[in-house]
């Protein structure tokens, strides 16, 4: 019975192993395309937060950079998708993400429960929080482009 589980473990980790790459890259792919057109379209749930952290910013109108960030978003996707433009993909969610990370900062009364910071964040806070995870997707996925 031992070896049955064994092997029937070690059939699934190499399963896993085959397509986790391949399906982590599509799921970031499908993600910053799908919700960086939102924001082009003026449909994203995340608007009214990106559009306070970058109402500040010099230059364009915080609609505006709405719109950037959208079509920012929408190439990091497209990055994603194919091994060639991985290390275009990173660069871009690199620089993508100092600006998305932002409001934890300069919006604590938005990111966070009122009183509560650093550790009970709100809705917005864990939705900026979980990039984390995106964070380290990207250096996994990273960690495989010099490999054939």
């Known amino acids: 019975m031992k070896d049955f589980f064994d092997t029937t473990d070690r059939r699934i980790?190499?399963?896993?192993?085959?397509?986790?790459l391949p399906?982590?890259?599509?799921?970031?792919?499908i993600i910053f395309?799908?919700?960086?057109?939102?924001?082009?379209?003026?449909?994203?749930?995340?608007?009214?937060?990106?559009l306070?952290?970058?109402?500040w910013m010099p230059i364009f109108s915080?609609?505006?950079?709405?719109v950037i960030i959208g079509w920012w978003e929408v190439i990091?996707?497209?990055?994603?998708?194919?091994?060639p433009t991985l290390r275009i993909a990173i660069g871009l969610l690199a620089m993508q993400m100092a600006g998305t990370l932002l409001p934890l900062f300069i919006l604590t009364e938005v990111t966070f429960q009122s009183g509560a910071f650093p550790y009970a964040p709100t809705m917005e806070g864990q939705y900026i929080i979980k990039n984390l995870l995106i964070i380290s997707a990207a250096i996994v996925i990273g960690g495989?482009?010099?490999?054939?």
Do not use: Q, Y
């Not at 915080?62 to 709405?66: D, G, R």
């Open 76 to 83: 990091i996707g497209i990055c994603f998708l194919f091994k």
């Open 23 to 29: 399906a982590l890259r599509l799921s970031m792919g």
């Open 52 to 55: 306070s952290t970058v109402n």
């Open 13 to 20: 980790a190499e399963s896993m192993n085959k397509i986790g």
């Open 33 to 50: 395309i799908w919700f960086g057109i939102l924001k082009t379209i003026g449909l994203s749930p995340a608007e009214g937060l990106v």
């Open 62 to 66: 915080a609609e505006t950079w709405l």
């Open 144 to 148: 495989t482009v010099r490999k054939v």
